[in-house]
């Protein structure tokens, strides 16, 4: 997909969020590293920018066992996971809040 497809498709979930309450999804990745400020969540194939360690602490907060020993995360802790979540003017991951629980800010 090409950079301005993303552009587009991150747009598109920016205008539902301020039309609804946030976006629906499943989680079916997350990239980042330890050593990184950026990571994407990826959420029904969208890869959502977000700040990496705030969203590593929100995501173990709510799913337990993501994070492990050495700056390490278990991807499949959250793989499938449904969440509502919003972003921000630029598109960054704002909230994320499991389906059926309370909201967690990431910022």
């Given at each position: 997909m090409s950079h301005e497809g993303n552009d587009q498709i991150i747009d598109d979930a920016r205008d539902?969020?301020?039309?609804?309450?946030?976006?629906?999804?499943?989680?079916?990745a997350f990239r980042g590293s330890w050593d990184s400020g950026l990571a994407h969540?990826?959420?029904d194939g969208?890869?959502?920018p977000c700040h990496n360690s705030t969203t590593v602490r929100c995501l173990d907060s709510h799913f337990p066992n993501?994070?492990?020993?050495?700056?390490?995360?278990?991807?499949?802790?959250?793989?499938?996971?449904?969440i509502e979540y919003t972003?921000?003017?630029?598109?960054?991951l704002e909230t994320l809040?499991?389906?059926a629980s309370g909201a967690n800010e990431v910022h």
């Open positions: 539902n969020a301020e039309e609804t309450e946030g976006i629906e999804g499943t989680i079916l969540l990826v959420v969208i890869p959502v993501f994070i492990i020993e050495g700056h390490g995360y278990d991807e499949n802790a959250i793989i499938g996971k449904r972003v921000d003017d630029f598109g960054v809040t499991p389906v």
